[in-house]
């Protein structure tokens, strides 16, 4: 919604600033991160995102991230799970109709990597939930912002 705010001049207004919530919600093209919390919120535009904690991270999570995707993957009914006797109904279907009777869906490769990223995430968690981990990353990060400045500075 754009929104145009005027002063007025004389016996005129004039448009002195306006005001679009499109435009001050939108980002450029890039990597950005954005925090809330209670009271506000910030963001960081065109940060370098961190591929290196990313692998090391998908390193780490490799065999839950492997049970995540060959679940995610697996055929399903398009409906709700089969009882027993609707597979057993659905298994006779079959063999009197042939394999195209089976009318299943599978997720998409998007669907099957959100979860793998799911899963990351929550190996992620458990990590850091352990204090030495947690002391660790955040000298990492003090060490991090402290090279970023030298760099940049």
């Excluded at 960081?44 to 999570?61: F, K, L, Q, S, T």
């Excluded at 204090?131 to 990060?141: C, K």
Aim: glycine share 6%; aromatic share 10%.
């Amino acid at each position: 919604m754009k929104t145009i705010y005027y002063k007025k001049q004389g016996r005129r207004y004039v448009p002195v600033s306006e005001y679009d919530s499109e435009y001050l919600d939108s980002f450029p093209k890039g990597y950005h991160l954005v925090s809330v919390y209670p009271g506000g919120s910030s963001r960081r535009y065109n940060i370098d995102p961190n591929y290196a904690a990313m692998i090391a991270a998908g390193r780490v999570a490799e065999d839950a991230i492997s049970k995540v995707l060959m679940r995610a993957s697996d055929l399903r009914p398009k409906r709700a799970p089969l009882t027993e006797g609707q597979r057993q109904a659905w298994d006779n279907l079959v063999k009197e109709m042939g394999q195209e009777a089976r009318l299943l869906e599978w997720p998409s490769a998007r669907e099957a990597c959100e979860e793998a990223v799911q899963a990351m995430q929550a190996e992620a968690d458990k990590l850091i939930n352990n204090p030495i981990v947690r002391a660790a990353y955040e000298r990492f990060l003090f060490i991090a912002e402290l090279t970023r400045e030298v760099k940049n500075g």
